[in-house]
């Protein structure tokens, strides 16, 4: 009966990873989430019970509601930045990047001839990394804490794959960035005005909306540049002395990355 109910929960987007990770870190539950933590409770606590769970139904919880909430559910930063799932994990596809205009316009006698010029287009393949996470948990442990001790692992697992994620992305775009104006070199730890006046007139010149992603200590660091607290405004003073950090430049918003937040192998989520 527990597995029945357990099984149809599971086919509701996103409900069971919400209730793990409320669960986990003590987060206030809606009545229905109540209920399904009640569900879930004896089912863990009846496998523990058990002592055997030859059917993996501990397994596919998890590798179920983990999967979906990587792939599917929403992330702000990279659903502005990339358009998400429109290559699937089987396809076999070449993606033509939005032609450049490379064509020269010269001089010329109405009616003349003149060297020929192409359109420049490019093709780019994708790479694929598969990402998995082991591990293992005890009986014991499920008979003492129930479905807290599953909801631990789902959400942990979660994290872990989500953060692995974000610095495969942002390491491929790293690594993309090889000279010409795109490559910004800065002498030193720090940003300079120099450096940040490039940043924002490169990206500026190719979208409005652009996002300078990046380390918070940066983030910091751009407020306290000489001499930039004279184009600050009254309001992003405000801000940069209550949370130390910068939220815009020049028209480029930031999204900061925080240091703190580390890998399991104790990376980085972004590049530094």
Partial sequence: MLKTEIAELMNKDNVMYDVAQKTVYNRALTTEEKEISE?????AR?????????DHEIAAFIKRTVTDEVYNAPDELLDQLFDRGSVGEFDDVDIEKEAKNTLIAYEASKGGNVDKS????????????NRQVETDISYVDLRKNGFKSIAKLTTFGKEALQNALFYDVFSAVDAAITGGDQLINVTGAKPTQVAMDALALYLGDRDPNSVAVGLT????AVGRMEGFHQYMSDQM???????????????VRFAGISAAKKQGNGDLLIPD
């Fill in 237 to 251: 003073k405000d801000n940069f002395n209550r949370y130390g950090l910068v939220d815009i430049f020049d028209g």
């Fill in 217 to 220: 200590k940066y983030q910091q």
């Fill in 39 to 43: 569900i879930s409770d004896a089912w």
């Fill in 46 to 54: 009846e496998i523990g019970e058990r002592g055997v769970d030859n």
């Fill in 118 to 129: 192409w359109i420049d287009f490019s093709a780019l393949t994708p790479t694929w990394k």
